[in-house]
């Protein structure tokens, strides 16, 4: 018997431009950390390759968002795969730099920790609402993106006192600390929500 699902009325749909992007960004990091790879990261062309599959998977990182809300698309999936999508692209990118021992594993575990753990918080508190992604979120996911993509770029000819060298090394220490603060207020944005929706919760009990 085959059972199916009805969206309620004036629900977006499921499969929507904005949460197909999403699972775009999602197939396409097996195929970066598969070109990262190649050769032990040491072939200029694969190296290239892998930049420019990292820019398009941030790129729709970027327009999933605004295509949601622009055309009323927001839904419950997108808003909780749209930061999975986003960590997965992130975490591939850092392990796979620090396995190729280009960046230092402490950078990669600081924002591993931090991403998993907010990840564990959205779901902590999923039944009493959504972390909607603040400002300092998509600033640290910016300059995430642009830090790893310099990681990336097959740029070591140009050796470790080159601008490029200086340039992306400050843009990795300024996303750690972005990492670090936003993290904090995830936590404490997620203990308010948990509390109000408590809240809430015992509210509609007394007056039931």
Do not use: C
Request: net charge positive; no cysteine; hydrophobic share 55%.
């Amino acid at each position: 018997m085959r059972i199916e699902v009805t969206p309620l009325p004036g629900a977006p749909p499921l499969l929507n431009a904005a949460n197909l992007l999403t699972l775009l960004r999602l197939a396409l990091v097996p195929v970066f950390i598969g070109f990262l790879l190649t050769h032990d990261g040491q072939h200029t062309g694969w190296r290239l390759a892998a930049t420019a599959v990292f820019a398009v998977a941030a790129l729709t990182d970027r327009f999933d968002g605004q295509i949601a809300r622009r055309r009323g698309l927001v839904t419950r999936f997108g808003t909780v795969a749209d930061p999975i999508a986003d960590k997965a692209l992130m975490g591939a990118a850092l392990i796979g730099l620090s396995a190729l021992g280009e960046l230092s594993w402490w950078v990669t575990i600081v924002i591993a920790v931090r991403e998993l753990g907010v990840t564990a918080l959205r779901f902590w508190v999923l039944r009493h609402g959504v972390i909607a992604a603040s400002r300092g979120g998509k600033l640290k996911t910016l300059v995430q993106s642009l830090a790893i993509g310099l990681y990336v770029l097959p740029l070591t000819a140009l050796g470790p006192d080159s601008v490029v060298d200086w340039t992306r090394w400050w843009l990795m220490a300024l996303a750690v600390a972005l990492t670090v603060i936003t993290g904090a207020d995830y936590v404490l944005r997620a203990l308010r929500l948990r509390a109000s929706g408590l809240a809430a919760a015992r509210a509609i009990t007394r007056a039931g």
